[in-house]
């Protein structure tokens, strides 16, 4: 049974940077895309970004794009979020997924509900 577990949360000030990752464990998910969901007080969890199996490929949500970047290291079976020019709209919960492999190697989703595996999350709160 494939475990996420999302680290690197915190405080930050608006215009700065931080770091996110995510560390799997009991099994794989290096041959499915893996993504990062945010969800906001009272809202539904939302798609951020997500990488590919290869890491070759790579979708952000446009909030996000050019401030971004996520990648990931299957030898390490790790994947990353490095956040930058951070604005306080950016503070939330943020959740690591791992993609159904029902849906095979090459399929790369945003939807929430393709994703088989998640992290408890982690708390990034952007000051102002």
């Known amino acids: 049974q494939v475990q996420l577990e999302e680290f690197g949360g915190g405080l930050v000030q608006a215009g700065g940077s931080l770091r996110i990752w995510c560390v799997a464990s009991?099994?794989?998910?290096?041959?499915?895309?893996m993504g990062w969901f945010r969800q906001f007080p009272g809202e539904e969890r939302e798609f951020v970004a997500v990488?590919?199996?290869?890491?070759?490929?790579?979708y952000y949500t446009q909030s996000v794009k050019g401030r971004f970047t996520i990648s990931r290291d299957n030898a390490q079976n790790q994947m990353y979020l490095q956040m930058g020019s951070l604005k306080p709209e950016d503070t939330a919960v943020y959740y690591c997924a791992g993609q159904s492999p029902v849906y095979g190697k090459g399929y790369i989703s945003v939807r929430p509900d393709e994703f088989a595996h998640w992290g408890q999350g982690t708390q990034v709160t952007v000051s102002a």
């Open positions: 990488i590919s199996w290869n890491g070759m490929n790579t």
């Open positions: 009991g099994g794989t998910v290096n041959n499915v895309a």
